[in-house]
């Protein structure tokens, strides 16, 4: 077997409005708390159940400079990364992991007041809805905007891709 496959993605809303900070370099550093939901009757009594869970992801470079700017607790987004866990010892002298994801895309989706469904952007560019933003590993050096994939012959422009 090869290389193993890490990825995540995630869509969810913002906990808290981005904490932003920079390195002892200059990298800008922005941490997100998206929460994702799932719901589902409960087949005993019937009722209705919802589960949310907390990811904390971190983006670096201009992806976390543009969430920093950008992003508001409550909107929505789309994000594509890979886990992290690292290990520290705590002040208790007690060994701890802290799992993370660290993002390489991320993709607004709503309007500015972080509700409502809007469209996917399926390259660089801006839309309506928000931008799609590629990250630090996608291999150019400002870690903004990803360029266009090259174009499919499926029998579908761009802006009619049916999903």
Known sequence: MARGVNKVILVGNLGA???MRHTGGGTAVTTLNVATSESWTDKQSGEKVEKTEWHRVKMFGRLAEIAGDYLKKGRQVYIEGSLRTDKYTGKDGIERYSTDIIASEMQMLGGNDGGGGGQRSQGGGQRQGGGNYGGPSRGNDQGASRSSPPPADNGFADD????
């Open 160 to 163: 009619e891709i049916p999903f």
């Open 17 to 19: 409005d981005p904490e």
